[in-house]
């Protein structure tokens, strides 16, 4: 039987897990090497890197693995504009309705992959618009693709 992503299971015991915030389940997939720093680009690669050799990831709230190199980071909380904390939250949410997973699932970056197809219009719609990254994710192939659906 073919099992769902998000019900895979892993043992938390040994198995370590990557934690990823919602809206970095979708936006993730549009990377194409640029970032905030060096160090931040660097991390992100690694995060990936991992994520598609399997590595399983757990819906996580708040900063995640990705935010930790992240300069406008501080204090477990997002300083890159006034208001930026509220609004990466509310996007999370959003990513984690419209993805059908909760906080604490774990799943896989390819069973997510399979999903942003069907819910991405509607992503691009309430979030590409008015994103400062925009430019960089219409560059990627799978951006180009699923715009165009
Ligand atoms: S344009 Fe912004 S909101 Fe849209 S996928 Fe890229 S990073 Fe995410």
Known sequence: M???FATIKLNKHITPLLKLR?????????FSGEG???EFVENL???LRESEDGKGIEVCKGADEVCKKCPYLKEEKCFYSLNAEAGIREMDRRAVKLLGVKIGDRINWMGIWEKVPAIFVEWAKEYCNDCDWRKV???TIKYKRLIKR
């Open 2 to 4: 073919k099992k769902d």
């Open 22 to 30: 919602g809206h970095h389940l979708i936006c993730l997939h549009f």
């Open 36 to 38: 905030y720093s060096p």
């Open 45 to 47: 690669r690694e995060i």
């Open 137 to 139: 994710c219409e560059r």
